[in-house]
Structures are given as structure tokens and as C-alpha cells.
């Protein structure tokens, strides 16, 4: 399994990666993409279910106005930023990518 995953990751590797994204969002990333490697979950699912979660978030700064609030909300982007590594990973694994997905600045 692991090496599975470590192959997931090494091969949704970018040239131009950011810090935060190569060592901390894409790792997990790469265990969620291993497993969702198999179900019929498409990249623009993962996408949608990305969007939810840092709406989930900004809902959560909105209506929990503390510093723990602001603390599960800044968890739950992160969380939200670790799905949106996965889409693209997953496109890459599954080799589903689309040209307009290169233009990303991330």
C-alpha cells in the first residue's frame, strides 16, 4: 500500500510546487487519492465536494465568532486546500486531465 501511495504522490508531482503544498497538503492527499483510485469518483466530483467544505468553513467564521471557531475554521480550509490537491492528482492518476487545468496559479 504504501508503495501505492508514494507513487500516487511522486507522480502528481509539479515542477513548481509550493512548501505547504508538496510536504503537507499533497502526502494525505495521495492516501485519499489511493483510495478513491478505484470507485467510479470523478476529479470534478472531488472538486465540488473541495468547494463544500470551504463554504462549510466560511460558514463557520460567519456563525462561531471565537478564537476556537476561527481555529476549526482554519482546519477545515486546510482540509478543503488537501481535496483540491487530490482532484488533480486523481485527473493525473486516472489521466483525465484537461488543458484548462494547467492554468492553475497554485
Not at 24 to 36: E, H, K, M, Q
Request: hydrophobic content about 55%.
Amino acid at each position: 500500500m504504501l508503495d501505492s501511495v508514494l507513487a500516487i504522490y511522486v507522480e502528481s508531482k509539479k515542477q513548481r510546487d509550493h512548501f505547504w503544498t508538496e510536504w503537507v497538503s499533497r502526502p494525505p492527499a495521495a492516501f485519499i487519492v489511493w483510495g478513491l483510485a478505484r470507485l467510479p469518483v470523478t476529479p470534478n466530483q472531488v472538486t465540488f465536494f473541495a468547494l463544500a467544505v470551504f463554504a462549510t468553513a466560511a460558514v463557520m467564521l460567519i456563525t462561531v465568532p471565537s478564537h476556537a471557531g476561527f481555529l476549526w475554521a482554519a482546519l477545515t480550509v486546510q482540509i478543503a486546500f488537501i481535496f483540491d490537491c487530490v482532484d488533480g492528482q486523481l485527473a493525473r492518476h486516472k489521466n483525465m486531465t484537461s488543458p484548462l487545468a494547467h492554468i492553475s496559479t497554485f
